[in-house]
């Protein structure tokens, strides 16, 4: 039993928690253990709470962590039976069926919990993309979490224009009402890095021009709006060169 009070401990849930249980624990924990608040020690911490995370998050992997989950009255409140068979719901191809928005968004947040990224994206692009407007479907909090995770993963695959359209709307949220807090700074460093290494190659300079401008007044430093409008003039420069 050590084994299972270590992961569920740590989250400080019950071995019966439902997944948004385990999600919203998950982001309290975070927050209090994040290196700006206990020092150089909160980065060990913070990957052990994460391993923890992703296992009880995972349907499978949280069988093989816990085999007596299957037996929990959370289990068969959320997964259920079909018809009254030992036939699990399947949740993924449930939300896949339905036709509204809603459904759609949820998926796309479910597939990205569940490291199927690509599936994630095809989804959400199948909906419109950047006009796939999530935030009218999801929980604030979940639109927040599956809105950063989703601008990484297309980051990641060389789509920096719509990951960074992505992030400018949490960070107009976030001075709007905090959310992410701490997390705040991660995010602005992240968009600067995209800006500086991978953004001008991939658009063109109108749209490069824009996009600098919506990032002046959401929050990041005077001198970080500087070189965002300096390199306003450069382009205006070279486009009527």
Same mark, same amino acid.
């Given at each position: 039993m050590a084994k299972l009070a270590n992961h569920y401990e740590l989250l400080g849930v019950k071995p019966g928690a439902t997944t948004a249980e385990i999600k919203k624990a998950?982001? &309290? &924990?975070? *927050? !209090?253990?994040?290196?700006? $608040? $206990?020092?150089? #020690?909160?980065?060990?911490?913070?990957? #052990? =709470?994460? *391993?923890?995370?992703? #296992?009880?998050s995972d349907l499978e992997r949280r069988f093989e962590y816990d085999p007596d989950f299957r037996k929990s009255a959370a289990y068969s409140a959320y997964y259920g039976y079909s018809a009254g068979k030992k036939i699990p719901f399947d949740y993924r191809k449930w939300l896949n069926d339905q036709e509204d928005p809603k459904s759609k968004a949820k998926l796309v947040f479910y597939e990205l919990l569940r490291l199927e990224e690509d599936r994630a994206i095809e989804v959400w692009r199948e909906n419109g993309g950047l006009d796939f407007c999530i935030d009218k479907y999801l929980d604030r909090e979940d639109w927040m979490d599956c809105q950063y995770i989703l601008a990484e993963e297309l980051d990641k695959r060389n789509c920096s224009y719509e990951a960074i359209k992505l992030l400018i709307t949490l960070l107009e949220e976030e001075k709007r009402r905090p959310y992410f807090n701490l997390f705040t700074p991660d995010i602005k460093l992240?968009? &600067?890095d995209i800006v500086k290494k991978r953004l001008k190659s991939q658009i063109d300079s109108e749209t490069w021009i824009d996009c600098l401008q919506? =990032?002046?007044?959401?929050?990041?430093? !005077? !001198?970080?709006?500087k070189f965002f409008k300096e390199s306003i003039v450069t382009a205006l420069k070279? =486009?009527?060169?």
């Open positions: 998950f982001r &309290k &924990k975070a *927050k !209090q253990i994040h290196p700006d $608040i $206990i020092g150089s #020690t909160g980065a060990e911490a913070m990957r #052990t =709470l994460i *391993k923890a995370y992703e #296992t009880l992240y968009v &600067k919506a =990032l002046i007044g959401i929050g990041f430093s !005077q !001198q970080e709006e070279e =486009l009527r060169s």
